[in-house]
């Protein structure tokens, strides 16, 4: 069965940080992309940032830049999002998702951000920020 199993998520003071876990099962993700997307109450869904699992290429959305770092650990087929400085605009549910790509790069990272249209979302994880 095809999983996607985020983790992590919590209350943490402005400031502080997070490191949300992706875990994927069921398949490998040496041929996908991951990314993390949030979505706040009566927001649209946005594309915080995206990995190209064959070849680490990484995209962030402009709010995220400098604060927030994607990694994967090939070993445990899962990928993280680390969250330094938090903000209260942080606050969202954080979902993974997982694209099928013939290859990777900048572009393929950058298009899965933007679409959101990926083969497999995870089940959400809730962060929250309190000023």
């Known amino acids: 069965q095809v999983q996607l199993v985020e983790s992590g998520g919590g209350l943490v003071q402005a400031g502080g940080s997070l490191r949300l876990a992706c875990a994927a099962s069921?398949?490998?993700?040496?041929?996908?992309?991951i990314g993390w997307f949030r979505q706040a109450p009566g927001k649209e869904r946005e594309g915080v940032s995206c990995?190209?699992?064959?070849?680490?290429?990484?995209y962030y959305a402009d709010s995220v830049k400098g604060r927030f770092t994607i990694s994967r650990d090939n070993a445990k087929n899962t990928v993280y999002l680390q969250m330094n400085s938090l903000k209260p605009e942080d606050t969202a549910v954080y979902y993974c998702a997982a694209e099928r790509v013939l290859r990777g790069g900048i572009t393929i990272v950058q298009a899965m951000c933007a679409a959101a249209e990926p083969d497999y979302w995870g089940q959400g994880t809730q962060v929250t920020v309190s000023s």
């Open positions: 990995i190209s699992y064959s070849d680490g290429s990484t």
């Open positions: 069921g398949f490998t993700l040496d041929y996908y992309a």
